[in-house]
């Protein structure tokens, strides 16, 4: 079964770039939305971004900004780069794999159905 | 519109049937999607679609949709459902995730 595993840097500080790399193992990255989450201490989930297999991106409205996320196939990786940090990007990062099923009339439906277990990144001097 | 609507917490008695809500624009042309988050642990896709679970998923879990308002139905809750739980869906666009604030559902 499709397993993801983040990896990164627990400690990052203000002004640098936050780097995190997502392995996908027990599957291909093909056909597949790459979706990238962090949760804040004690707060909900927030969508940072995601990658396409083929490349394409789109971004959170509120990061677009600071995110760039790409992607390796050859690797089965893809990655997240969100620059100039602050306290404030101090969370839990989750990567996800998104599913699309097709409902007829050229609509899709979306969900995240394998997630990582999550790294924490503090942004601290 | 981006924002979907939960409420912050509901409590349900031991074995008894409770509904968490998800309101927002999006969810009159996407499925909402449910998870289940525990304590130090990643989130888990409970309800997906129209109402499908994924395997290992137990029945007592259901979802539905009426308009702009998505419901996750838990029919005889157990005392291990005790979690927050998220909806997420796509934005209107179809192009942004978005995720609901959560839900922090207690079982007395």
């Known amino acids: 079964q499709v397993q993801l595993q983040e990896s990164g840097p627990g400690l990052v500080k203000p002004s640098e770039t936050l780097s995190l790399t997502c392995t996908v193992s027990?599957?291909?990255?093909?056909?597949?939305?790459w979706s990238w989450i962090r949760q804040p201490p004690g707060k909900g989930l927030e969508w940072i971004g995601y990658i396409y297999y083929s490349g394409s991106t789109n971004y959170n409205p509120s990061l677009k900004s600071r995110v760039t996320i790409s992607v390796d196939p050859s690797k089965n990786q893809f990655s997240l780069k969100l620059s100039s940090v602050t306290a404030a990007d101090t969370a839990v990062y989750y990567c996800a794999r998104e599913s699309s099923n097709y409902v007829g009339g050229g609509y899709y439906y979306y969900y995240m159905d394998v997630w990582g277990k999550g790294t924490t990144v503090t942004v601290s001097s | 519109s981006s924002e979907l609507t939960q409420d912050p917490a509901v409590s349900v008695a031991l074995g008894q049937t409770v509904r968490i809500t998800c309101q927002g624009d999006?969810?009159?042309?996407?499925?909402a999607n449910w998870y289940q988050q525990k304590p130090g642990q990643a989130p888990v896709l409970v309800i997906y679609g129209k109402n499908n679970r994924p395997s290992g998923i137990p029945d007592r879990f259901s979802g539905s949709s009426s308009g702009n308002t998505a419901s996750l139905t838990i029919t005889g809750a157990q005392a291990e459902d005790e979690a927050d739980y998220y909806c997420?869906?796509?934005?209107?666009?179809?192009?942004?995730?978005?995720f609901g604030g959560g839900t922090k559902l207690t079982v007395l």
């Open positions: 027990g599957g291909s990255i093909s056909s597949y939305y």
């Open positions: 997420n869906s796509r934005d209107s666009s179809g192009n942004h995730v978005v």
């Open positions: 999006s969810l009159r042309s996407y499925y």
